[in-house]
């Protein structure tokens, strides 16, 4: 099982705002960072730390934290947003191991 | 910028071997800290372990010590990940990745394109 939890699956309306949530107890101590992946390719980086989004990531995309959980927020969902996303950060009781949450398929309807 | 580029698919029958390569350009491998991830089909991310410049060493997923070795040719900037003892629950697409220079953690901003390994007797 993993150390970080997240909802299977979530739908959002077109140019809607959406918030995909990442629990566990190791995000009260270390940041989280977001992936997008779509079908048939790599994962690509979306948002870290306390508040980085790479460059090329257009800024409808946004990274909180409060307690242990952590969010990413989508606001103005477009169709190309419909992907698999995930969460990673560090495991709780021992820092330099790290650990993905389960992913959320995201819907755009 | 950096570029990642993976060795081909491979099938293996249960109980072989694999090696995966993974290619840096545009940085050397010195500069930066290879991690190696792994996705059965249709299942999610699996980080499996990667370099901590902390401890200066790499650092595996305890279910992949002892079956599962990361190395390195720094001479030719290619990073290596085998795999023993396969079974057909290591079928998946393996990446390797690696962070941004500086940055250390599993924060991966390069991936390979992966590379499909297939256990099948």
């Known amino acids: 099982s993993s150390e970080l939890t997240q909802d299977p699956a979530v739908s959002v309306a077109l140019g809607q705002t959406v918030r995909i949530t990442c629990q566990g107890d190791?995000?009260?101590?270390?940041?989280v960072s977001w992936y997008q992946q779509k079908p048939g390719q790599a994962p690509i980086l979306v948002f870290f730390g306390e508040n980085t989004r790479p460059s090329g990531i257009p800024d409808r995309f946004s990274g909180s934290s409060s307690g242990n959980t952590a969010s990413l927020t989508i606001s103005g969902a477009q169709a190309e947003d419909e992907a698999d996303y995930y969460c990673?950060?560090?495991?709780?009781?021992?820092?330099?191991?790290?650990?993905f949450g389960g992913g959320t398929k995201l819907t755009v309807l | 910028q950096v570029q990642v580029v993976q060795s081909g698919a491979e099938v293996k029958k249960p109980g072989a071997s694999v090696k995966v390569s993974c290619k840096v350009s545009g940085n050397r491998l010195t500069d930066l800290y290879m991690h190696w991830v792994r996705q059965a089909p249709g299942k999610g991310l699996e980080w499996m372990g990667g370099f901590d410049p902390e401890d200066g060493e790499t650092i595996y997923a305890q279910k992949f010590q002892g079956r599962v070795t990361m190395t390195e040719d720094t001479s030719t900037d290619t990073a290596y990940m085998e795999v023993n003892n396969l079974r057909s629950e290591d079928t998946a697409v393996y990446y390797c990745a690696t962070p941004l220079k500086g940055i250390s953690g599993a924060i991966l901003s390069y991936w390979g394109q992966g590379t499909l390994v297939t256990v099948s007797s």
């Open positions: 990673n950060s560090r495991v709780r009781s021992v820092k330099h191991l790290w650990v």
């Open positions: 190791s995000l009260r101590s270390y940041y």
